[in-house]
Every structure is written in structure tokens, then in C-alpha cells.
T-cell receptor, first 115, second 114 residues
Framework: AQSVTQLDSQVPVFEEAPVELRCNYS??????LFWYVQYPNQGLQLLLK??????LVKGINGFEAEFNKSQTSFHLRKPSVHISDTAEYFC?????????????FGAGTRLAVHP | EAQVTQNPRYLITVTGKKLTVTCSQN?????MSWYRQDPGLGLRQIYY???????DKGDVPEGYKVSRKEKRNFPLILESPSPNQTSLYFC?????????????FGPGTRLTVT
């Protein structure tokens, strides 16, 4: 069965600094990957997704992620963060092995942007 | 506006008192799912539904029931809530359940069972 590991539970960073949130998944023949963001007291919002094609995926709010099949990673990056990026970020993989679109989530990374 | 709605957003109840959390989507999605979110565990799937009258267990179904009588609605039922069901609950939907389409999430329901 698929699993997702988010390597950092918390990432503190100063405003305008770059950030990388790390995500590794267990290997699979076909993999579909997602990053979701959860702002305080809100639901989850899709940041970006990798289904196929280019390994560099661009999402909303200036985020991007790179799919690396050999390292089974899907790290999320932003070159310059803003206070408003403070949120919890979830990496997820779609596991279709059971015949349906099951999302397996990582434990989440809390990004805290400081002025 | 395309959205998934949940009610109530906050609920405090006592052990054993039956409750229902409603979920509705207006996107004509076939696939709907319930998750619970606990600190350090991410989101775990409780139940899912591929379409009307087609529901199945996820990873943590114990203590929960669901039904899917209409395409747009997917209520979560706790017949005898216990304190270990205190959690943040999310409903989600996607176009189909057979392809890796993105899932759209509701705003969440924070449940406290005392």
C-alpha cells in the first residue's frame, strides 16, 4: 500500500526567504501526486498536482513542485514566501490500486512565516 | 459557486448521543468521501462512495455510518459517539472515483465528544 512521508512537521522561515517542504512516497507503478494547503480554520485547497508529463509542476500562489521518480519525492518549493503563506501543507498520493481514487495523506507540515 | 458544504461547522456533544454531519456538493460529482484529521496523522479516510447507493469502508470506519441516497448528499452518522471520535472531519468530492481527479474539500466540522 502507498504511504507518504512529510519529513518536517514544522518549518519556520522569515518573510521573503525561499522554502522547501519535503515529501517522499512509497514506490508504485503509476503515481499521481498532490499538494494541498490548509489555512487556519479552513478546508483543504489544492495547490498543485502531478498526473503526467513535465516533472516540474507549477501551482497557485507561486508554488511549484518537482516530481522525482528515482528518489520517490515530490518536494514543494517557493522562492520567496509571504506572511500569508503561513498554513499547514499536506502532500498526498492517489492510490488507484484498490480500484478507486483513494488519497493517502502525509502527516502535514506546518509552515510559519515570520516578519 | 462550485463547492462542498458541511454542517454543522462546530459541534459539542456527549458520549452516546447520535449525531449526523451533513455534506453536500453542487458539482454533480460521482465520488464522495469522508476523512478525519488528527494532529500528527494527517487525514485518514473513513468511508467513501463511488456513486448513489454505492458506499464502502475506508481505513478507519469503526463507529461511523454513511448513506448516499442522492448524488449530491453524503451524510456521516455517528450512532453512539465516543471521546475518541473527537476530531476534525472533512467531506470531499471528485468527478469520478476511478481516475486520479483532484478532490474538493468542504470547510470541515470540528466535533468534540465529552
Amino acid at each position: 500500500a502507498q504511504s507518504v512521508t512529510q519529513l518536517d512537521s514544522q518549518v519556520p522561515v522569515f518573510e521573503e526567504a525561499p522554502v522547501e517542504l519535503r515529501c517522499n512516497y512509497s514506490s508504485s507503478v503509476s503515481v499521481y501526486l498532490f499538494w494541498y494547503v490548509q489555512y487556519p480554520n479552513q478546508g483543504l485547497q489544492l495547490l498543485l498536482k502531478y498526473l503526467s508529463g513535465s516533472t516540474l509542476v507549477k501551482g497557485i500562489n507561486g508554488f511549484e513542485a518537482e516530481f522525482n521518480k528515482s528518489q520517490t519525492s515530490f518536494h514543494l518549493r517557493k522562492p520567496s514566501v509571504h506572511i500569508s503563506d503561513t498554513a499547514e501543507y499536506f502532500c498526498a498520493v492517489s492510490d488507484l490500486a484498490g480500484g478507486y481514487n483513494k488519497l493517502i495523506f502525509g502527516a502535514g507540515t506546518r509552515l510559519a512565516v515570520h516578519p | 459557486e462550485a463547492q462542498v458544504t458541511q454542517n454543522p461547522r462546530y459541534l459539542i456533544t456527549v458520549t452516546g448521543k447520535k449525531l449526523t454531519v451533513t455534506c453536500s456538493q453542487n458539482m454533480n460529482h460521482e465520488y464522495m468521501s469522508w476523512y478525519r484529521q488528527d494532529p500528527g496523522l494527517g487525514l485518514r479516510q473513513i468511508y467513501y462512495s463511488m456513486n448513489v447507493e454505492a458506499t464502502d469502508k475506508g481505513d478507519v470506519p469503526e463507529g461511523y455510518k454513511v448513506s448516499r441516497k442522492e448524488k449530491r448528499n453524503f451524510p456521516l452518522i455517528l450512532e453512539s459517539p465516543s471521546p475518541n471520535q473527537t476530531s476534525l472531519y472533512f467531506c470531499a468530492s471528485s468527478l469520478t472515483g476511478t481516475t486520479a481527479y483532484e478532490q474538493y474539500f468542504g470547510p470541515g466540522t470540528r466535533l468534540t465528544v465529552t
